[in-house]
């Protein structure tokens, strides 16, 4: 069953089981488990809302696939909640994620939760001897290294959490963070030797869109980086290790551009897959918008964060939602000059930042967030598109080709650096500042000759805006929550000029129904 109380097509605690063994109308017909079938919903858990597509029935019953879109509700709940993005629309939860005001009934972190829940759930069913856990040894290293994914994910989001690693009838019990932070290093360390060998593909590749090794590396960096705030144990030499594997494999940064478009633009286009951007990607969630239709993955970062004006963008979907909060934009442009990118066009704010990360758009808009439910109050995020590089045209005329880099090798240069950084006195040593340098250098913009821990929080968001990173690094640096956390953005805590709020709104509130429904669950301190 389910780590929490809910059932895919069915709520209720112990309906779970019911729902994967399907029971033939025939009592003569022998049911079978497709392996490969199962396998491929372990992915596709992250990337579609259910069976049916964009507008099939959702796999979680109750709430729709926006509500539990993954990728949708990864960047809701890790950029709303931050300085780099803000929505103006009126949707219940939206208000409380741009002002830190969620509370144990919050519909998006709860869709957000019962998707992860889901994905465990595809996973230790897959992982049951009887079922396909002895079919294909690569596979099951897959399937465990996705179940440690969505168990990292569900802890980094709701610290202690209902934990189960196989089908069970009974109530699940509740893990400390520190527990299932041991849990999923213990198994990426034990699966990584039989994933795939690492390789860069590209969607042509029967293998593109499959996690390798390097992909556990990778989750092992990104654990090791945060395991002060997990585990309460500094791992600064093992994130380090782990990210430097990665470096020095064959996902290579994009640092080819191709028909007036930046490398780095690349990585968010509609043919991703297919160029050389694709050797980046550790980890793509695969989109196309024939075959895999989805309002929840790449058509929400892409629709949500444009408006018409803006150009061409591949589809007809334009949704005026999310923009930029000017602490963000003042990353390119300098401290209290945000009003800078005001009346530019996305050509022009790259030329003025001096960065080809720099994919806004300030036409028409104002920089500071004067009116939260305006979509033209804030500067516009152009940095998805369904345009083709290489100049082909986009497979369907709503959805959208572009796939989602939920991993890419340049986390593990950032991530190197850090660590480097955390051990050298709080600045990078030459082996660190190469790892920036590079980042940078792909960006066409300067490079120092080292680099600070508050230089690289920045970096970490001129990098990674938008993908879903951004709460993580703001907690692991102390300046989320809690007393400590000085940094103050516009409407941060529902004030317009920034206030603090309390370290408990670090994590998400377990929710209500899942307290109600299973008695081994604490609701998480301060809620």
Not at 173 to 191: C, G, M, N, T
Not at 245 to 266: C, E, I, R
Not at 411 to 439: C, H, M, P, W
Not at 506 to 520: G, H, M, Q, R
Request: hydrophobic share 35%; with cysteine; glycine share 10%.
């Amino acid at each position: 069953m389910l780590p929490c109380a809910v059932a895919m097509l069915s709520m209720g605690l112990t309906s779970c089981i019911g729902d994967l063994d399907v029971t033939p109308i025939d009592p003569s017909t022998v049911m079978e488990v497709d392996p490969v079938g199962l396998f491929n919903k372990c992915y596709a858990n992250m990337a579609l809302a259910g069976q049916g597509g964009a507008n099939g029935d959702c796999d979680i019953d109750g709430l729709d696939g926006g509500t539990t879109g993954f990728v949708r509700q990864l960047f809701n709940a890790n950029e709303l909640t931050t300085d780099e993005a803000i929505c103006c629309w009126g949707d219940e939860g939206i208000p409380a994620f741009n002002y830190n005001q969620y509370d144990a009934s919050h519909p998006m972190t709860r869709g957000f939760y019962y998707r992860l829940c889901a994905g465990i759930t595809y996973c230790n069913h897959y992982l049951d001897p009887d079922v396909a856990g002895n079919y294909d040894k690569t596979m099951t290293a897959e399937v465990r290294f996705l179940r440690a994914l969505y168990y990292y994910h569900l802890m980094d989001c709701f610290g202690n959490v209902p934990f189960l690693t196989e089908l069970s009838a009974d109530n699940a019990p509740q893990a400390s963070r520190k527990q299932v932070y041991k849990f999923i290093e213990s198994e990426l360390l034990a699966v990584r030797e039989d994933m795939l060998e690492p390789a860069a593909r590209k969607s042509s590749d029967e293998t593109y869109g499959r996690a390798d090794r390097n992909a556990a590396d990778l989750l092992l960096a990104r654990l090791y980086l945060n395991a002060e705030v997990y585990a309460g144990e500094a791992q600064w030499e093992n994130a380090k290790k782990y990210a430097k594997l990665v470096m020095d494999g064959p996902h290579k940064l994009n640092t080819q551009g191709m028909n007036g478009y930046s490398a780095y633009q690349m990585l968010f286009m509609g043919d991703n897959g297919e160029t050389s951007a694709a050797a980046e990607a550790v980890l793509p969630v695969l989109q196309d918008g024939t075959t895999t239709s989805s309002w929840g993955t790449t058509l929400f970062l892409l629709a949500s964060t444009t408006k018409a004006d803006m150009g061409v963008f591949g589809t007809s979907e334009y949704w005026a939602g999310n923009r930029c909060r000017p602490d963000f934009v003042e990353k390119f442009l300098g401290e209290g000059n945000a009003t800078a990118a005001e009346g530019l066009n996305t050509r022009e704010i790259i030329a003025a930042a001096g960065d080809d990360r720099a994919l806004l758009f300030g036409v028409d808009r104002t920089a500071s967030v004067e009116t939260p439910g305006e979509f033209t109050s804030g500067i516009s995020c152009a940095k998805f598109s369904n345009n083709y590089a290489g100049g082909g045209t986009p497979h369907n005329s709503k959805y959208v080709d572009a796939d989602f880099f939920l991993m890419r090798s340049a986390e593990a240069y950032l991530i190197f650096a850090e660590a480097d950084a955390r051990l050298n006195g709080g600045q990078t040593s030459a082996k660190g500042t190469k790892a920036v340098d590079a980042i940078r250098q792909r960006a066409n913009t300067n490079t120092l000759g080292t680099y600070s821990l508050s230089f690289i929080l920045d970096e970490l968001s001129r990098e990674f805006f938008f993908e879903g990173h951004r709460r993580t690094d703001l907690v692991r640096f102390g300046q989320f929550g809690g007393e400590s956390a000085t940094y103050k953005w516009q409407w941060k805590g529902g004030a317009k000029n920034g206030i603090r709020f309390d370290s408990h709104l670090n994590v998400f509130a377990i929710p209500s129904d899942d307290l109600e429904s299973n008695p081994n669950l604490t609701q998480n301190a301060g809620y």
